[in-house]
């Protein structure tokens, strides 16, 4: 049995204080009133003013220059035309003639001008209060920013760490679905794994609940008098999709979401410890569990990603949007499978687990980051191609203010891990797949990241202690509900039918290669 070392323990109960306090202090460090945000936004002009104002320096010395190259010229020029004044004069006598028709014509002129200036300094000062009307407007809407950095940092990192709980719950119950038996030395791992659902998804009530409460503003349609035809804030867009977005009817679907997987978690987790004694009634009840968990999980993960990401613009929408977030929590639930194989292997926890086990974890995580990347590009190609309004403008935001995130994601989840796992060899070291899948977490945690950031805090985004705290808590809690519920349970599965074929995985297919071999 594997013990849960204090020193691990005290790391997770260490990490989730530290979330903990952060998280607090980017709530409290957040402006409270408008002039506080007024005061954010000023700083943040001073810093690009400094930047613009080099230029400008620059730009000055230049113009200087030029100058000094005029008036050298107008010098020259001034010597040229000195010599021709005196044949200038008798034109002059000829023209104070003309001087006295030419008065009326002036006067006139000035009458016009005056009235010219009065209509040009009203309009002036009409600008001047529209521009005030559009800077207080702005301000307002940065300050509603600014508030809700602080909980859409805390909802990324929820979000992220439930998504790839879930998806190894999924993974583990398509296993049992399909009698996979290379699989089966790793169930207590992925079960141990999926102990982290029940956590976080008692935090994702809370802040379910919260937001419904209207704690917070993630969520554009939850907006006062945003369906009422009568508001200066009716958005006619909303008003036609409120059937769906609302919030009683999104709070219960929330709920039936989190209610159904850990129904499952439970039931599956209970009767899996139960099987160690070989029933294998108890082996055929899990298999029909595990079926009608897959078809609801197939239901629930597409609307969860509808109503909980894919609602912080509710004017845009995706047919693939449902199966891109099940891409990228997949991508992350096999790299957090294989991460924690590899420790608990090394700690002696996993004795039955060989190179081969790691070998096709890491094929599986070469394989759905192509069908991430996949669908990343089938999307985002033809709403490219098709060029509507209403579709490009979520690309468009998130490529002008998240340009270094929106690309570097696109290198982290695909370029770098196919990079590294392409050669067959390599999927079989260790370390080397674990460095991959640092890169793969982070990049999977930046695409999240990307989804939600632009529709709650637009451009007034950053990555500060905020961000880390909610990334820090989460992982804390990852590891004290993983490694006390692998502790908790024999961590072979000694009923399950297939485990000899597991355990034996490895020799299993180099016999068959020289038995292939030999015949042929």
């Known amino acids: 049995m594997y013990q849960f070392s204090g020193k691990l323990k005290m790391l997770a109960i260490i990490l989730m204080a530290v979330g903990l306090l952060g998280t607090g202090y980017s709530f409290w460090s957040a402006p409270k009133t408008l002039e506080q945000a007024k005061e954010i936004l000023a700083k943040q002009d001073a810093h690009h003013g400094g930047h613009e104002a080099a230029a400008t320096h620059t730009e000055e010395a230049h113009h200087a220059e030029e100058a000094k190259v005029e008036e050298h010229v107008e010098e020259v020029t001034t010597e040229e035309n000195h010599a021709q004044d005196s044949t200038a004069t008798h034109t002059e006598e000829h023209n104070v003639a003309q001087d006295s028709t030419a008065v009326n014509t002036e006067e006139a002129h000035e009458e016009v001008a005056h009235t010219e200036a009065k209509e040009e300094a009203h309009n002036e000062v009409a600008v001047a209060h529209h521009g005030e009307d559009h800077g207080d407007a702005h301000a307002e809407h940065a300050f509603h920013q600014m508030q809700n950095r602080p909980w859409s940092a805390m909802y990324v990192a929820l979000l992220f760490s439930l998504g790839v709980t879930l998806l190894v719950l999924a993974f583990y119950a398509s296993q049992r679905v399909a009698h996979a038996g290379w699989s089966v030395v790793l169930h207590r791992v992925m079960e141990a794994i999926s102990a982290n659902l029940h956590y976080v998804s008692l935090a994702m009530l809370l802040f379910l609940i919260a937001t419904a409460m209207h704690m917070n503003h993630l969520f554009p349609w939850m907006g006062e008098g945003v369906v009422d035809p009568t508001s200066p804030n009716y958005d006619a867009i909303v008003d ?32 899996s410890i139960k099987q160690d004694n070989g029933d294998l009634k108890l082996h055929k009840r899990n298999y029909n569990v595990s079926v009608i968990f897959l078809f609801f999980f197939m239901i629930t993960e597409s609307m969860m990603s509808w109503d909980w990401i894919m609602g ?80 490009t403008t979520y690309f468009l935001l998130r490529f002008n203010e998240y340009k270094v995130p929106f690309l570097a994601m696109v290198a982290m989840n695909f370029i770098f891990p196919v990079l590294l796992l392409i050669n067959s060899d390599f999927k079989s070291i260790p370390w080397f797949v674990v460095l991959g899948g640092i890169v793969i977490l982070a990049g999977h945690y930046i695409d999240l990241f990307v989804m939600v950031m632009p529709g709650t805090v637009g451009a007034q985004w950053g990555f500060g202690i905020g961000e880390v705290s909610g990334l820090l808590f989460f992982i804390g809690l990852f590891i004290f509900a993983t490694f006390t519920a692998f ?14 074929e597991s355990e034996t995985y490895h020799y299993y297919n180099i016999e068959h290669r020289g038995e292939d071999s030999n015949h042929h």
């Open 240 to 271: 036609g999709k409120k059937w769906y977005l609302n919030t009683p009817g999104w709070l219960m679907r929330s709920i039936f979401y989190l209610v159904v997987w850990n129904a499952y978690r439970f039931i599956i987790r209970r009767d």
């Open 312 to 391: 912080i613009d509710p004017h845009w929408f995706s047919t693939l949007f449902g199966w891109y977030v099940l891409a990228t929590f997949l991508v992350s639930a096999l790299t957090v499978i294989a991460m924690v194989t590899i420790y608990l292997r090394s700690k002696g926890a996993l004795p039955l687990v060989n190179d081969s086990h790691i070998h096709d974890l890491a094929k599986f995580m070469f394989g759905f980051s192509v069908f991430w990347t996949y669908l990343w590009f089938a999307q985002f190609m033809l709403i490219w191609y098709a060029d509507m309004p209403e579709e």
């Open 487 to 500: 502790a908790k349970a024999n961590p072979v599965p000694k009923g399950n039918p297939f485990l000899h």
